[in-house]
């Protein structure tokens, strides 16, 4: 209940902040609203450009540009501009989930609902006493563009990468309404958690 409890004071205050992805908004305050389930950090999926200083040094990256909707061609070049060290990419991901379980029976209806809804990577684990369930689909693209400020790429390819990129960002994207439905059914058997509407009215005020 504590570890709930802050999770739910953490996500109501990035919603203040405009934080959150503005189109998972709902999705999210429905999962938190569940009784035995609440979500740590989650995207609604995203494309952009990054670079790296060297290949797995994600820690030492750098966004270049990073949108949560398709990206244009005029971004894209406009944020190669400031392209300076390391390796250049395009990268498209998908909707990503991180739902906290208390107890393993919960764990497997969310894993179940993750995969219903369409989203195949989806896993789970053991930590401590919960259960961490990614809810993950499998339309990632990462695309080189480049190293140290120069672009190696024509900018007929680049818009190709950018479209396919745009494409699976979007058909990511187009599985969130079923996942909200399967939520929602799962609401329905779990239940609503108090603490939430509780902590909700104190904090957005609703």
């Not at 990054?50 to 750098?62: D, N, R």
């Not at 498209?92 to 894993?111: D, M, T």
């Not at 818009?159 to 329905?188: C, P, T, V």
Request: glycine share 6%.
């Amino acid at each position: 209940m504590k570890a709930k409890r802050e999770a739910l004071k953490s996500l109501f205050q990035a919603i203040k902040n405009g934080k959150v992805d503005e189109d998972i908004i709902e999705l999210l305050l429905l999962i938190n609203s569940i009784k035995g389930i609440y979500t740590t950090s989650s995207c609604s999926g995203r494309i952009g450009i990054i670079e790296e200083p060297s290949l797995g040094a994600k820690p030492l990256s750098k966004w270049l540009i990073k949108v949560h909707r398709p990206i244009t061609f005029e971004e894209a070049k406009d944020a190669l501009k400031n392209a300076k060290a390391g390796i250049i990419f395009l990268k498209s991901q998908p909707p990503i989930f991180h739902v906290v379980a208390e107890s393993l029976e919960n764990a497997k209806k969310v894993h179940e609902v993750g995969l219903a809804s369409g989203f195949k990577y989806t896993t789970f684990r053991a930590i401590s006493s919960r259960y961490l369930v990614e809810i993950n689909g499998t339309e990632y693209l990462t695309v080189p563009l480049g190293r140290d400020g120069k672009i190696l790429v024509s900018d007929d390819y680049l818009k190709f990468a950018i479209e396919i990129g745009n494409e699976m960002l979007i058909r990511g994207k187009s599985r969130l309404s079923r996942l909200y439905d399967n939520f929602r059914k799962l609401k329905e058997t779990l239940g609503e958690d108090p603490l939430f509407n509780q902590l909700k009215r104190e904090m957005l005020e609703i």
